[in-house]
């Protein structure tokens, strides 16, 4: 019997929902949502980077109705519609229990950048990622939150590489039509503008809203028609320009931010500023207060009691400093409205009060004026706390007031299909609710509940995946391989071979090319047919840092002239998709920072829950999570001063643990050919890992340190 055609109403219904589906970022933590899209046009899913939005713009709503009259397919689409309507409508969550105040009074999260997901390339590294990650974890649970960012209408640059395997910087417009934002719009149905002061202009601006689940993420945009052109410019790139751009970018981040959600009538009981870009937010406050009759040291207390602040980096290049010219250039107006003098003004971001030549650091004025502040990994707070105990006279080191949370990451927004299709399979639809407890992992000790040999499929299924994702992205890059050069691209790289990933930004202090300082034993390694090591690299320079592009120049150089050809591969243009490629595929993660330079590190908490294992520095969050079991660790406790010292010992120490330890585990295969110890490392690495370093343990820990006290 044919079942009935759906209704002219059931279809409506249907479709409203996949509409509303496709601007809400849920869908990039579901599984079955992201099969829906696909499914619906595969090409443009696949030329469009994944976007649901654009997706639905290239199926018309009559193919929709006729191709839901295909049940299966219905009922596959309001399944999710249903799992996507339980979710936003849950009221027993963790927020509602452990943090009510803060719905109706929330979290204002300012950050400079946010990744959420490769259709919408508005962060330039791990601090956005991290923004995201946040984000969507604060709407798992529920909490009141709500996000604060710019709309960089080129985003972040995309990566060519030129013939001289020289980093060339890509700007393209992005099309805000294609993207799951809408227009933040007034009661007239006009885009809501809203205005700041910037050196002696009114600076327009309007904001775009994205929805993570159930938190909302305001994205403003100086683009428009009122504003003259260099100020429309504002929010073309991701900190893009030079100081004059950044210091008026942050002008309009943070008090534009604050103007905003007055706008919105939304009345946060907390700032949060993530980095010090966001700093300016603190002035808006006073001004506020000020505007309201209190005094300014009412009006800075009162202020300093609403805000907190996280620090992300011991790097001085991280910490935007300001000259008084530029100051006073730039807040000419709001220091007028806060009725200070330009020394006073400076003050508020100085160490040394009243000096005539420190610039304002934004970090300063952030610290100053948060009731508290934290690093992003234990010894993170430490060198945090010696880095600022100037500004602390009188207290020691361990009384400076910067406390820690080590980072996290949003486990369900990471993990790749295979693994959630094997969850999903094995323990029914509602795998998802305990994802991150320690409960769920640790049942990964008992080889009944899941055996060495499974574990092991799965690790082949994705080193696979990796391997032709590399091939496909190498023949698209391989117009740069001259005649001579030509590698036949599906030979690149080993499908059994020990595979080991780096990927991150090419900030020198991460040392990328670390491993092949010692570049004979790792062209020996390389070449042994018995135990073959290869390796897979991804990362982009800053566009101003040419020693970043000359680490990048010697890799691939590398790749191509050298006897590590075609074990050695560096894809471009790496983003959140090829993270995830790299993250899953990879049997080894590497790390080598310069310690304690790497605050905490995410990339390689993307990896547990993929079974691929940590070699790392023991920085960071490294430093934290390595217990002897569940990875590998190169180097000590601790760090000589001499840089010099410092790369050398780390670079013989990571050779000795590739070739004492990494190499052996990994190819000590049983009569059924399996890795057994290896496999029990990567057990361990689930266990204690996975529910620990996840940004569901890392919002709570925010929530009950910061957020809910005063
Ligand atoms: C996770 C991630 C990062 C951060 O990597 P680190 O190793 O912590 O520096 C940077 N960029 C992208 C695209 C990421 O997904």
Redesign the pocket.
Known sequence: MAKPPLSTNELTEIIVGIHRLARNLWWTWNQEAQEIFHELSPRCWQNLYHSAVAVLREVSDYELRVRLQDHDFAERVREVLRAFDAYLNDRNTWGRQNAQVLQKSPVAYFSAEF?FHETLPI?A??LG?LAGDHAKSASDLDLGFVGISLFYREGYFQQTINPDNWQTELYTLLNPRNLPIEPVLDAKGEPLVCVVEVAMSQVYFQAWRVNVGRCPVYLLDSNRPENEQRYRDLTLRVYGGDSTTRIMQEILLGVGGVRLLRELGVQPSVFHMNEGHAAFLTLELIREKLASGKSFAEASASTKAECIFTTHTPVEAGHDRFSSDLVSYALIKMQGLLKLTLPELMALGQVEVGSETEPLCMTVLALKLSRAANGVSELHGQVSRSMWQSLFPGKSVDQVPIGHITNG?HLLGWMKGPVRRHWKRRLGPDWENDVNSHEFWARMADPEFISDEEIWALRFRLRRELIEFSRRRLLLQGQRLTQGDFIAFDQLLNPDALTIGF???FATY?RAPLIFQQFENIAKLVADRQRPVQFVYAGKAHPRDDEGKRFIQHIIHLSKHTELKGYLVFIDN???H???QM?SGCDVWL?NPRRPL?A?????Q?TGCHGCLNLSILDGWWREGYDGTNGFAIGADSHPDSVEEQDRLDSEDLYRVLTEEVIPCFYARDAQGIPRRWIAKIRRAMITLVPQYNTWRMVQDYTQKYYLTR
């Open positions: 990744g962060a590294g791990g990622i990451i990927a991150r930004r991460k790496y983003d959140v090829v993270a995830r993250v790390n790497e905490s590190g995410t990339s390689g993307k």
